[in-house]
């Protein structure tokens, strides 16, 4: 029955991927897929998702499953996701992004001659901004609303810019990371020694060769799709007060200053993304207001902050909750639990085995578009693994935990790819194809590089 219940799951996701590449609409097509699987879960036996207060009837317990689904996700990230879409249409309207990219274009105006250097720089420093803002999807769209207008201004395309601004978050590292929590659980440390001992030692080379990667890859792709014009137009001064350029940027520095991984106001006020937006918002309105002198346009152009979290919503939320209904009927059928069972029974070295599982995870992250997701189904099982095949815990752990998150962001279903790919305007689809290369590339070199020097 478990075999029946893995090839079953196998060619559920090869027919969906098929329809995906076809351009399908992608919320129908993988919540019909993720009831698909849910139905089949129960009707084999194995691992059935139940809702966590049941309906009495399995025909609509599935259903029940969809509603929690959108009930957590809205709780979770969907607000959050809106509000920062909501957030980016406002700044639009009051031509902030302009004035940030005005007085940005001065300094950067020299990175107008090599653009692709200015968004690969990116990745370093939203990795660092990651460390005190552990949300992928959070970071993400914090990135797209205050380092994308300025990444196509200096001459990069929409997919180029957006695929930097996911690379920064390829590695869930830092104290503040659940992932980083686990593992450092798992092997016995605590999160900061974890993160100092193993996790930058293998992380620091790994971004290196990322980063190359992502140069001439998307300069390849950029060229060959002519996506990027030849002669780009000068920046004009916009026709609103310049200190506007601080808007967009407000809420990724609210969060720094409060993090408590920075210190620089006391660790006792503790807030998230979602505070520091409607925060930013306030202080927003507040600027528009005072120079504009007319309360009636103010209210006005606010509204587009309910448009933009609308929008948000049906194209990005819908999305997310999709891919979880899928991602739930893929554990339903012990897709995952197989996976490890097949990987452990193939009679391979130590190292052979390790490969093997760091494949499967990566390759779990893409299909169930959760770097958690992925690494917390492998997670438990590893350090007694670990034991027999003769590694230490560490070694068969880190290069998973991280192996996952890169995972992540080659999948068209991930909420980090979605959220961004639907505020920047481009396709979540094109957006996974261009990860590929480089993600794939710097896949393996951080396995070659973490064997060779265990």
Same mark, same amino acid.
């Given at each position: ?112 001659? =090599? ?127 310049? =200190? ?60 587009? =902050? ?19 209904? =899928? !991602? ?14 097949? !990987? ?69 279903? !991930? ?40």
């Amino acid at each position: 029955m478990e075999l029946s219940a893995f090839i079953v799951a196998i060619v559920i996701i090869g027919v969906t991927g098929y329809f995906l590449y076809k351009k399908t609409n992608p919320q129908g097509l993988l919540l019909l897929s993720g009831l698909l699987m849910l139905a089949l879960g129960i009707a084999f036996g194995i691992n059935p998702s139940k809702p966590d207060n049941p309906t009495g009837s399995t025909f609509f317990d599935v259903i029940r499953l969809v509603e929690e689904t959108f009930t957590k996700n809205f709780a979770r990230a969907g607000l959050m996701i809106m509000t920062i879409g909501g957030y980016v249409a406002f700044m639009n309207a009051i031509k902030a992004t302009d004035a940030l990219v005005y007085l940005s274009m001065k300094p950067l105006r020299w990175f107008r001659k =090599f653009p692709y250097l200015s968004a690969i720089v990116t990745i370093p420093i939203g990795q660092l901004l990651f460390i005190t803002t552990p949300s992928a999807s959070g970071l993400g769209l914090l990135l797209v609303a205050s380092f994308f207008p300025v990444l196509i201004n200096l001459g990069v395309s929409r997919l180029t810019a957006l695929s930097v601004i996911a690379a920064a978050t390829i590695f869930d590292q830092g104290p503040g990371s659940a992932n980083t929590a686990l593992a450092a659980q798992l092997i016995g440390q605590t999160n900061d020694e974890y993160f100092i001992t193993h996790q930058l030692p293998l992380v620091l080379p790994t971004t290196l060769v990322v980063m190359v990667l992502y140069y001439f890859s998307n300069r390849y792709f950029d060229r060959k799709d002519k996506s990027v014009e030849e002669k780009l137009p000068e920046v004009t001064r916009p026709e609103v007060p310049l =200190f506007y350029a601080i808007l967009p940027v407000l809420p990724l520095a609210t969060l720094v200053i409060f993090s408590p991984f920075v210190g620089l106001i006391g660790t006792h006020i503790k807030i998230n993304t979602t505070i520091a937006m409607i925060f930013s918002l306030f202080v927003s309105l507040a600027a528009v207001a005072f120079c504009n002198r007319d309360f009636n346009k103010t209210f006005a152009l606010f509204g587009t =902050f309910w448009k933009g979290m609308g929008n948000v919503f049906a194209s990005v939320v819908t999305l997310i909750v999709a891919a979880e209904v =899928f !991602s739930k009927g893929l554990i339903s059928l012990g897709f995952i639990d197989s996976l490890v069972n097949y !990987s452990s029974n193939a009679g391979l070295t130590g190292i052979g085995i390790s490969v093997i599982f760091a494949i499967v995870v990566f390759g779990a992250a893409v299909l169930m578009g959760s770097g958690n997701a992925a690494f917390f189904s492998f997670g438990p099982l590893l350090p007694l693994v670990a034991t027999r095949i003769g590694l230490p815990a560490f070694a068969l752990v880190l290069p998973l935990q991280l192996s996952a998150s890169m995972g992540r962001a080659v999948s068209p279903i !991930s909420g980090i790819i979605v959220a961004i790919a639907g505020v920047g305007g481009v396709s979540p689809m094109d957006l996974a194809k261009r990860n590929v290369i480089p993600l794939t590339g710097g896949f393996l070199f951080l396995l070659a590089y973490h064997f060779i020097t265990l």
